[in-house]
T-cell receptor, first 113, second 113 residues
Framework: ETGVTQSPTHLIKTRGQQVTLRCSSQ?????VSWYQQALGQGPQFIFQ???????GRGNFPPRFSGLQFPNYSSELNVNALELDDSALYLC????????????FGDGTRLSIL | QQQVKQSPQSLIVQKGGISIINCAYE??????FPWYQQFPGKGPALLIA?????SEKKEGRFTISFNKSAKQFSLHIMDSQPGDSATYFC????????????FGTGTSLTVIP
């Protein structure tokens, strides 16, 4: 069984640029959630996709956007990057049912210069 | 506003001792409470989880105690081992908004041999 994979593992960008992060969900999982984890903090919910539709959003501005594809893989796009966007971005997948656990990837470390 | 409050921020325990991490919440819409373990450079991994209709759940050396009236829950690690040294996060799911999870700020556990 293949787990959640994220790419790239590390990325360096400058302020104002745009970035796309990718996530392949675990086999059989139709729900993908994205989280931002600042250094020394817990993950903060960005949004969730279920069967290609956004299914909940946290307190993040519209420049954070996403997509989910028919194979349930997902992208996180961030426009107009700011210094505070520097963080570990985590993707988690689940089967979407009640109380089903989320399985996390190892994240993409994004650094903004 | 932090929806799930976690303490302590850091914890040092002797090998064989009991590690206790506490979390508190306010939102009664939370319906699922997992604990995650995170090692440096890795994503969070699910350890154990509980639903609010159960007061205690045990899996191996890990036990969750849940007090619904006090809106508190805790993780107990029995016979702590150096390999348990990691950051632990409690989380809570708000079921009426899909599968959105709120995380605590984390506890860095060090188990001394």
């Amino acid at each position: 069984e293949t787990g959640v994979t994220q790419s790239p593992t590390h990325l360096i960008k400058t302020r104002g640029q745009q970035v796309t992060l990718r996530c392949s969900s675990q086999s059989g999982h139709n729900t993908v959630s994205w989280y931002q984890q600042a250094l020394g903090q817990g993950p903060q919910f960005i949004f969730q996709y279920y069967r290609e539709e956004e299914n909940g959003r946290g307190n993040f501005p519209p420049r954070f956007s996403g997509l989910q594809f028919p194979n349930y893989s997902s992208e996180l796009n961030v426009n107009a990057l700011e210094l505070d966007d520097s963080a570990l971005y985590l993707c988690a997948s689940s089967s979407g049912g009640y109380g089903q656990p989320q399985h996390f990837g190892d994240g993409t470390r994004l650094s903004i210069l | 506003q932090q929806q799930v409050k976690q303490s302590p921020q850091s914890l040092i325990v002797q090998k064989g001792g009991i590690s206790i991490i506490n979390c508190a919440y306010e939102n009664t819409a939370f319906d699922y409470f997992p604990w995650y373990q995170q090692f440096p450079g890795k994503g969070p991994a699910l350890l154990i989880a509980i639903r609010p209709d159960v007061s205690e759940k045990k899996e191996g050396r890990f036990t969750i105690s849940f007090n619904k009236s006090a809106k508190q829950f805790s993780l107990h690690i029995m016979d702590s081992q150096p390999g348990d040294s990691a950051t632990y996060f409690c989380a809570a799911r708000r079921g009426n908004t899909g599968n959105q999870f709120y995380f605590g700020t984390g506890t860095s556990l060090t188990v001394i041999p």
